[in-house]
């Protein structure tokens, strides 16, 4: 059955996935175009415009984190950068695939070169929420913005919904997110979404960590406009991103999902439905049960509350049953008033 899509959009993030290729860049792309995303997203930086090339604690992932425990940063972002020749290729691509194609900018600079490429939107990544003027800038610009919240208070986010709107931005949207790789289930607390949507009247979504497709799911259900998931080709490539990443036939499940959540919500003033019709037709009614003659009385054995519809009412069999019959019926006769006395 064909329908006009309602689901959230799904944004395919590709980040670090590229592993390094061009190709396998635009691959992802062409996947994600595929299976259903309405847009692509990278991520502009380079490791030393993000970070400094320091080797000291400060400067390492912690050596408990379970995908880059020990790394340097700048080690780990000089890995994981999309280099900025690739950006037009890529959106290129994505725009010609019929999907939207922008980017996470992480300095002033990147937003120049954002801009330079007339990138439709913006997102700001959870841990730049404290960096107001960055937020500024990219209001700015007119474009609508995505941020989102993880790592954040709910002072912290004020701030940044307050820059952002003090910098001309006049659509936001606030994306849920745990900042953790990956993230579990439990710590997603989707009931912040439409707390958030009623707190700062903006629109809502979820940047999703998680593995599978459940909680972005249960986000639409809750009134996310935006999902945001990592993508892969195949996990087992590997890259720093691979772990929590969906490859192109999870992609499709968590876009018809989404989709399937958003027309699921429906109205709370519709009870049944032209959906239900032959189902209505189906529920029991009084019918005889045995052939009678006219005159015989209306007993338990001759009449009984079956299915299908078109007797009366089975709650109606107390006032029938002591009653006669008014005429010759067979079995499989619907039992109306006029066929009583």
């Given at each position: 059955?064909?329908?006009?899509?309602q689901?959230p959009?799904?944004?395919a993030?590709i980040?670090g996935?590229?592993n390094g290729?061009?190709?396998?860049a635009?691959d992802?792309?062409?996947?994600?175009?595929?299976?259903?995303?309405?847009?692509?997203?990278?991520?502009?930086?380079?490791?030393?415009?993000?970070?400094?090339?320091?080797?000291?604690?400060a400067?390492?992932v912690?050596?408990g984190?379970?995908?880059w425990?020990?790394r340097?940063?700048?080690?780990?972002?000089?890995?994981?950068h999309?280099?900025w020749?690739w950006?037009?290729p890529?959106f290129d691509?994505?725009?010609e695939l019929?999907?939207?194609?922008?980017?996470?900018?992480?300095d002033?600079?990147?937003?120049?070169?954002?801009?330079?490429?007339?990138?439709?939107?913006?997102k700001?990544a959870?841990?730049?929420?404290?960096d107001?003027?960055l937020?500024?800038?990219?209001?700015?610009?007119?474009k609508?913005v995505i941020?989102?919240?993880?790592?954040?208070?709910i002072?912290?986010?004020?701030d940044a919904?307050?820059?952002a709107?003090?910098?001309?931005?006049?659509?936001l949207?606030?994306?849920?997110?745990?900042?953790?790789?990956?993230?579990e289930?439990d710590d997603?607390n989707?009931?912040?979404?439409?707390?958030?949507?009623?707190m700062?009247?903006?629109k809502?979504?979820l940047?999703?960590?998680?593995?599978g497709?459940?909680v972005?799911?249960a986000a639409t259900a809750?009134?996310a406009s935006?999902?945001?998931?990592?993508v892969t080709?195949r996990?087992?490539?590997?890259?720093?991103d691979a772990?929590?990443?969906?490859?192109?036939e999870?992609?499709?499940?968590?876009?018809d999902?989404?989709?399937?959540?958003?027309?699921?919500?429906?109205?709370?003033?519709?009870?049944?439905?032209g959906?239900e019709s032959?189902?209505?037709?189906?529920?029991p009614?009084l019918?005889v049960?045995a052939d009678?003659?006219?005159?015989?009385?209306?007993t338990?054995?001759n009449?009984?509350?079956?299915r299908?519809?078109?007797?009366l009412?089975?709650?109606?069999?107390?006032?029938v049953?002591g009653?006669?019959?008014a005429?010759?019926?067979?079995?499989?006769?619907?039992v109306?008033?006029d066929l009583?006395?």
């Amino acid at each position: 059955m064909n329908h006009e899509r309602q689901g959230p959009m799904i944004i395919a993030e590709i980040s670090g996935n590229h592993n390094g290729s061009l190709e396998r860049a635009l691959d992802i792309v062409r996947a994600a175009a595929e299976a259903g995303a309405h847009a692509v997203k990278i991520q502009t930086y380079t490791a030393d415009t993000i970070t400094l090339d320091v080797d000291s604690p400060a400067f390492r992932v912690s050596d408990g984190h379970a995908l880059w425990g020990a790394r340097t940063l700048h080690s780990l972002y000089e890995e994981a950068h999309t280099p900025w020749e690739w950006h037009a290729p890529i959106f290129d691509l994505a725009k010609e695939l019929g999907m939207l194609a922008f980017s996470t900018p992480f300095d002033e600079t990147a937003v120049d070169f954002l801009e330079s490429l007339d990138v439709p939107l913006y997102k700001i990544a959870s841990l730049e929420i404290v960096d107001l003027p960055l937020i500024e800038q990219v209001a700015a610009t007119g474009k609508p913005v995505i941020l989102s919240v993880g790592t954040a208070s709910i002072a912290e986010v004020a701030d940044a919904v307050e820059a952002a709107r003090r910098g001309g931005c006049e659509d936001l949207t606030l994306l849920a997110c745990t900042s953790s790789y990956p993230a579990e289930p439990d710590d997603a607390n989707l009931r912040r979404i439409p707390v958030m949507a009623e707190m700062f009247g903006v629109k809502v979504g979820l940047s999703d960590h998680t593995l599978g497709v459940g909680v972005s799911i249960a986000a639409t259900a809750l009134g996310a406009s935006v999902i945001e998931k990592h993508v892969t080709l195949r996990r087992s490539d590997g890259g720093v991103d691979a772990a929590f990443s969906l490859e192109p036939e999870e992609l499709r499940t968590l876009v018809d999902g989404c989709d399937a959540a958003a027309r699921a919500l429906g109205s709370a003033s519709v009870w049944t439905t032209g959906a239900e019709s032959e189902s209505l037709r189906l529920r029991p009614s009084l019918y005889v049960s045995a052939d009678v003659s006219a005159g015989d009385p209306v007993t338990a054995d001759n009449v009984r509350s079956v299915r299908p519809s078109g007797g009366l009412a089975p709650a109606e069999l107390p006032r029938v049953i002591g009653r006669t019959f008014a005429s010759d019926a067979a079995i499989g006769t619907p039992v109306s008033w006029d066929l009583l006395r």
